[in-house]
């Protein structure tokens, strides 16, 4: 795969814990391990498209802390080019703790100054003009805005990550995004339905963009050209689903970046996402194509 990403949002340092049990609120509690990794939605994504073959370039506004020094340097690591990210004097770079239980589920608690998510974005439209696809994360709300409006105004495809976030989306990000991935419970809440189906057919009847939502261990659904096709998941063994939708989303804007159709770019993205969930944080998550490749074929 070849397509060159730019991924618009939020980079984090993940402190993550492994544990062997639930955790006991009000309790002391014992981790088994203990890593620091890059994380953040638009992050994690960049990381996962350099490693499937893509040419990723992250936008994200960091502090110059050594929190933010430990990302950049993750980031290059990982093949994404960090040359655009915006490092901020007196800011602090976002930080999240993140447990890790014995099924692999993981609980997150992120803290993110405003300075950082009030950062203007820094790219002009003949910047934008490298790329083929955007994907933005609604966490940095103002970047997200601006990229979606430079690809618009350049016809570059689009793809909009809606995940938890702690303020209210601006709904330009709606509009302006050509595919918007929804992940379960932020589908849930923004349509006021449990039903997946339900809540992605209201959407749909709203915007001509592509819509879908991740399901987690049930796959994905993708409301392309008004149908609802289903998108299964793949068994494997989960070790951690830390940034497991996060690898989705930069797996699916490669497809999109290379052409490929919504529903072939989310079985090929939900394949990613399960493979990096059979593998802990802190080695080497991110799959390749070849990968990918190897594991749709075995599930045909």
């Not at 709606?174 to 992605?200: I, N, P």
């Amino acid at each position: 795969m070849t397509g060159r990403v730019l991924c618009v949002g939020i980079a984090v340092e993940d402190l993550v814990f492994r544990v062997p049990s639930a955790l006991v609120p009000g309790h002391k509690n014992f981790a088994s391990s203990q890593t620091v990794a890059v994380g953040g939605p638009a992050a994690s994504a960049a990381s996962a498209i350099a490693g499937l073959g893509g040419a990723s370039s992250l936008v994200a506004p960091l502090g110059d802390d050594a929190a933010g020094a430990v990302i950049v340097r993750g980031l290059v690591e990982a093949g994404v080019d960090a040359s655009n990210i915006v490092t901020l004097a007196g800011a602090a770079t976002p930080i999240s703790t993140v447990v890790v239980d014995a099924d692999g589920e993981r609980t997150i608690v992120n803290q993110c100054e405003d300075m950082i998510l009030m950062t203007d974005f820094p790219l002009g439209i003949d910047a934008m003009r490298d790329f083929d696809c955007v994907l933005v994360d609604v966490r940095w709300q103002t970047g997200a805005v601006r990229a979606l409006e430079l690809a618009s105004e350049s016809s570059i495809p689009t793809v909009v990550d809606i995940d938890a976030t702690d303020r209210a989306v601006d709904p330009r990000i709606l509009r302006l995004g050509g595919h918007l991935v929804f992940s379960r419970h932020t589908l849930e809440a923004f349509t006021r339905t449990a039903d997946a189906r339900e809540g992605l057919a209201a959407v749909a009847d709203q915007t001509p963009a592509v819509v879908a939502v991740t399901l987690g261990a049930g796959g994905a659904l993708v409301s392309e050209d008004g149908k609802v096709i289903e998108v299964p998941s793949f068994p494997v063994d989960v070790v951690d689903t830390l940034g497991a939708g996060d690898i989705f989303h930069g797996s699916y804007a490669l497809g999109v970046a290379d052409g490929l159709s919504a529903t072939v770019a989310a079985r090929r993205a939900s394949a990613a996402a399960a493979i990096a969930c059979s593998r802990p944080t802190g080695t080497r998550r991110f799959p390749t194509a070849e990968e990918v490749d190897a594991l749709l074929e075995s599930t045909r």
